[in-house]
């Protein structure tokens, strides 16, 4: 029963981050996001597992997709794909190795990721700096899509910086965990930095079979009862002030004891 379970939970995931995808797709049709940014306001909300997520997506529909781990104080891609690179950003960067050379395969075909280095000082100056924004460039060429794992934006400034450089930036919110203020702050510290915010993805959220999912959000910021009902989902919210109460619960959604 427990591994029927975990199978119907690892499906459930599968399908809200196809729905996550086809969103952030949408969410730009005339300007096409091809570059995103991954972060949360605080840490543990698991931006990290829905970087992975829509990253596999991406690939099972056909696309080159890299990750990219930006978070250099607190790695973790390489550790939840099971995947040992040989070099990483600091390599590259330093010319030490190759792009190329860097870039790790991972257990999904058309899925790659790009590690950092531990102890890699001064990170965000690391990030503005010119050989960075190169490789960024050089990255777009190379892969369909480029998704960056970040660090909480309430926490350090990298966020901030990486989502100048990127198509968009998505800001993950834990339900039931984060405080609305928090999340207020984390939007307007993006905007001020001139990030294309362009939604939301309500993450540790449950199905009325108690299974896990992105919780899918309307064009207006509404949560579309219907569908997190009956399918996982998410949304790309355009209004964050919609998205929670005190602490981050969704409007007009009554808590579960």
Known sequence: MARKKSRSMKLEMQNAAKTLLANIRFASVDNPIASLVV??????????????????????SGKSVLLVECDFRNRTLAGM?????????????????????????TTVPNMYLLDVEPHIPNPADVLSSKRFRR??????????????????????????????????????VRENFTKRDAILEA????????ANVIGVVMNYCETTANEYYYAYYTQ????????????????????????GGKHGTPPNRARRG
């Open 39 to 60: 972060t949360s306001s605080i840490p543990d909300e698991g931006k990290s597992t829905v970087a992975i997520n829509l990253a596999e997506a991406i690939a099972t």
């Open 81 to 105: 794909l099971k995947v040992r690179a040989q070099g990483g950003i600091y390599a590259v960067l330093s010319e030490e190795m190759s792009l190329e050379q860097a870039v790790a395969s």
């Open 135 to 172: 490789m960024v460039d050089a990255l777009e060429e190379r892969y369909d899509y480029v998704i960056y794992d970040t660090p909480p934006v309430g926490t350090f400034v990298d966020a901030a910086i990486l989502s100048t450089l990127a198509d968009g930036t998505v800001l993950v």
């Open 187 to 194: 939007h307007d510290q993006l905007r001020k930095a001139g």
């Open 220 to 243: 207006n910021g509404e949560l579309d009862h219907t569908s997190a009902a009956s399918e996982p989902g998410m949304f790309v919210s355009t209004d964050v002030r919609r998205v």
